[in-house]
Structure formats: C-alpha cells, structure tokens
C-alpha cells in the first residue's frame, strides 16, 4: 500500500451535474497530481498541486479544478459533467514539487456518468 | 511531443516462461522511462525507472528492464513469470515544464499468465 487514499471509491453522477474527489497525500508528501484514466487508456495528466498552489496543467478544460489543503490533501472539482468525463481518477502524491522520481498513487475513484 | 509506446494490447504467456512487455519511446534530450503495474480495483505500483547510468535496470517483483538507446525502447522483461503478475503494465516518461514535471504513459499492455 502507498499510502494515498481516495474517496470515494465509486460515484455515478449525471450529465450536468458536479462532483468533488478527494485525496489525502502520503504522510511528508507536498505534491500531489491527479490524473484521469478513460477505459482502456493509460493515465492522462490533470493538474498538479505543490504547496497549494496549482503549478501544472494538461489539456483539460477549466471546469476541472482542484484544490491543495494546508496538510497537503487534495481534491479535484468537476462542472458540468459530460458523459466523457467517465474514467477512473487517480490521485499521487510525491515528496517534493518537482515530482519526485516516482509517484505513489492512490487506488482511484470511478467515476460513471450517466 | 515527447511520448511512449506500447504495441501490444495483450501479451500471454505460461507460467515459468521468460516475458518480455514492449516499449518504445520518443524523447527529445535524455530519457526518464519508468514502468507502473496496476491489479484490478487497484492505483498503479511502481515497478523500476531509468535515469541514467546501468543499461540493465532492477526492479520489483524480479522484474527488470533493459534500455536501448539505438532502438529506442525500454522493455520489461522478468525471467520466469508466475499467474500472479497477471496485471496491467504501463511504460512511462518524464516530461519536463516550467516549474513542473509530470509522467506521460503508453497505453498499457495486459500481461496474462496462464498455469
């Protein structure tokens, strides 16, 4: 186990609809990242947060958003929900800003929207 | 646009028998490759990178990697395989930013270990 946890673990959302993911960070680790995995892809890059600031992006739009707490958990924000947003969302954290050799992930949060 | 390979969908192979997960890489500058397992209902688990140095990389499991620079590739290899590594297998590469770095992966290959 890493250490990462993400809740919750399943969620069914419609179309149009919001919905918050979050994530607590290994214990000591300032950076955290989330990612989206579609079915049958690998993992695309979101954003990334480094002591609560966001200081990277990937090609999403802006109705994906997040948030960095002072204990460095995080949570992901999604608007207006599209059918396509479907995926499996998952959360790493590593212990420095500039991403750390390698990323400890969590187990994820899937994500249906009907 | 600095990216990774991975041109098998499915690899199966019986349990005992060396396995060998294909990755290619296109990378401006030197390469940080990395290899991610992920078990059903699970994140993903890192398995071994490449920085710099040995050709021949050790990770967990008793899987290994072997980086080419000539043929650009950084296959995983483990020499006798066993049902439980079973799983799906990510080859992937660090791409540098302004102020951040992130990890770009292939499409995953699914390892399938039969008795």
């Known amino acids: 186990e890493t250490g990462v946890t993400q809740s919750p673990t399943h969620l069914i959302k419609t179309r149009g609809q919001q919905v918050t993911l979050r994530c607590s960070s290994q214990s000591g680790h300032n950076t955290v990242s989330w990612y989206q995995q579609a079915l049958g892809q690998g993992p695309q890059f979101i954003f990334q947060?480094?002591?609560?600031?966001?200081?990277g992006r990937g090609n999403f739009p802006p109705r994906f958003s997040g948030l960095q707490f002072p204990n460095y958990s995080s949570e992901l924000n999604v608007n207006a929900l599209e059918l396509d947003d479907s995926a499996l969302y998952l959360c790493?954290?590593?212990?420095?800003?500039?991403?750390?050799?390698?990323?400890?992930f969590g187990s994820g949060t899937q994500l249906s929207v009907l | 646009a600095q990216s990774v390979a991975q041109p098998e969908d499915q690899v199966n192979v019986a349990e005992g028998n060396p396995l060998t997960v294909k990755c290619t890489y296109s990378v401006s500058g030197n390469p940080y490759l990395f290899w991610y397992v992920q078990y059903p209902n699970r994140g993903l688990q890192f398995l071994l990178k490449?920085?710099?140095?040995?050709?021949l990389v050790k990770g967990s499991y008793g899987f290994e990697a072997e980086f080419n620079k000539s043929q650009t590739s950084f296959h995983l290899k483990k020499p006798s395989a066993l049902v439980s590594d079973s799983a799906l297998y990510f080859c992937?590469?660090?791409?540098?930013?302004?102020?951040?770095?992130?990890?770009?992966f292939g499409t995953g290959t699914r390892l399938l270990v039969s008795p």
């Open positions: 947060y480094y002591r609560e600031e966001e200081n």
């Open positions: 790493a954290s590593s212990p420095d800003g500039a991403l750390g050799e390698k990323l400890f």
């Open positions: 490449y920085i710099t140095g040995d050709n």
């Open positions: 992937a590469v660090r791409v540098m930013n302004t102020g951040f770095q992130k990890l770009v």
